[in-house]
């Protein structure tokens, strides 16, 4: 069995003993295309960490055949593995470093030279929450864990909507999603133990997680893969707002018309058809006509976030970002919207790339407006922009460097 220096053996990851090597996640993949020979073929040499013909050129990272094997065992956690083996053994190029948010300057640092001063009052009193023990008591424990998706968009918090929710959040409190998606499994396993000992320390009781992505990563992946022990209640964010709609304490009080597009949260798709439910109602509560895109729920593809695993290349991610607008456009909406905010942020970068007529929100967006608040939509869309342009221009010379580090 696979193991390595940091204790982090195969079968965390995938359950290496109950696959028959049907090969039915990879068939099933509408990503990758694969015949049933090919799929069987590949799965086979993932299970003997062969060189792959087909996913490190092809897999677009979006957990679906996690959804797919009827036997539960993971064939995602077994792709990540393997590039986890890769990263071992020949680093990572210096063009990722860009993509990761515990390093010097990343996505996250370049969106904060964007921030409007009201944005920097908001994230740094997250900060300061995040550093004060007395501050969750006087909260009573609970608050609401801003992770990167809000410190890039601190915007989509700035609503009467989150009511008098204790919001914290820093860099350093990164919940590890991107290190585990390009399987930087090590950095994930450290980045549990810090956010272990700094929970503890704060003596958080209750916490509501606002993106589905560190809601999947800090109630089952770091517990379940890397051991984390929190000791607290972890709650989907959007439950407890559609739980305060149905309690008339958020009234939708200027609908909208016409119909929305959804694009999936790619956790969504292995937490449960429940936490792809929850936004949909949130739009439907807000007035809109929830529209499905061709691939939708668990065939749903990533937004090109993801995209970048496989090659560590922004070109991929771009290219996906654009077969989502394209699937967008095909499901004739007057809109699409986003309820994860990285999914948000790849999609107005590839509206960049080819632009669309068709307006794209985010979900809180959306739901602000409903509510008769105003949403800064133009800053959303402007901070994208601003985003692209500085990765671009950090990024290029990145490109074409062989130079690889360890993180
Ligand atoms: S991981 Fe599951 S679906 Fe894939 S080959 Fe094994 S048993 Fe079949
Ligand atoms: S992660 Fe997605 S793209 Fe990759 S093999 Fe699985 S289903 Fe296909």
């Not at 990167?148 to 990164?174: H, K, R, W, Y």
């Amino acid at each position: 069995m696979d193991t390595d220096a940091n204790g982090l053996e195969l079968s965390l990851f995938y359950d290496y003993d109950r696959c028959e090597e049907c090969g039915d996640c990879l068939y099933r993949c509408q990503v990758m295309g694969l015949s049933r020979e090919e799929a069987r073929d590949e799965i086979r040499r993932l299970r003997r960490g062969e060189k792959t013909r087909f996913v490190d050129s092809r897999c677009a990272s979006c957990y679906s055949c996690n959804v797919f094997c009827p036997n539960d065992c993971s064939p995602y956690g077994l792709i990540l593995y393997r590039w986890y083996q890769r990263y071992q053994a020949r680093g990572l190029p210096v063009r990722a470093q860009l993509a990761m948010p515990l390093e010097e300057v990343n996505f996250n640092t370049i969106a904060r030279q964007h921030h409007t001063a009201r944005e920097r009052e908001l994230v740094a009193g997250w900060e300061r929450n995040a550093s004060s023990p007395e501050a969750v008591a006087a909260a009573g424990g609970t608050v609401l864990y801003a992770g990167c998706n809000a410190q890039i968009f601190p915007c989509l918090l700035d609503t009467s909507m989150i009511g008098d929710l204790t919001v914290m959040g820093a860099q350093e409190l990164c919940c590890g999603e991107l290190y585990y998606r390009l399987g930087i499994m090590d950095v994930v396993a450290r980045q549990a133990r810090v956010l272990e000992e700094r929970f503890r320390h704060l003596g958080i009781k209750r916490m509501y997680v606002f993106c589905t992505a560190g809601f999947n990563i800090l109630s089952n992946v770091l517990p379940r893969q890397f051991g984390a022990r929190f000791d607290f209640e972890i709650l989907y964010f959007y439950d407890w707002l559609l739980q305060r709609v149905d309690a008339g304490e958020t009234v939708f009080s200027h609908p909208w018309k016409g119909s929305a597009v959804v694009q999936e949260s790619c956790h969504a798709k292995v937490l449960g058809r429940h936490y792809a439910d929850v936004p949909r109602e949130l739009m439907r509560r807000a007035g809109l006509e929830v529209v499905e895109m061709a691939h939708a729920r668990e065939l749903s593809v990533c937004c090109g976030a993801a995209c970048g695993a496989r090659a560590y290349n922004p070109i991929d991610m771009g290219l996906q970002s654009l077969r989502q607008w394209r699937e967008a456009r095909d499901s004739g909406a007057d809109r699409m919207v986003a309820y994860c905010a990285t999914c948000l942020l790849l999609l107005h970068m590839g509206r960049i790339l080819r632009p669309t007529r068709m307006p794209l929100y985010h979900l809180m967006e959306a739901l602000m407006q409903a509510a008769g608040e105003e949403a800064n939509h133009d800053l959303v869309a402007s901070r994208a922009r601003y985003i692209f342009t500085r990765i671009m221009a950090r990024g290029a010379p990145r490109m074409v460097t062989p130079k690889r580090v360890r993180l």
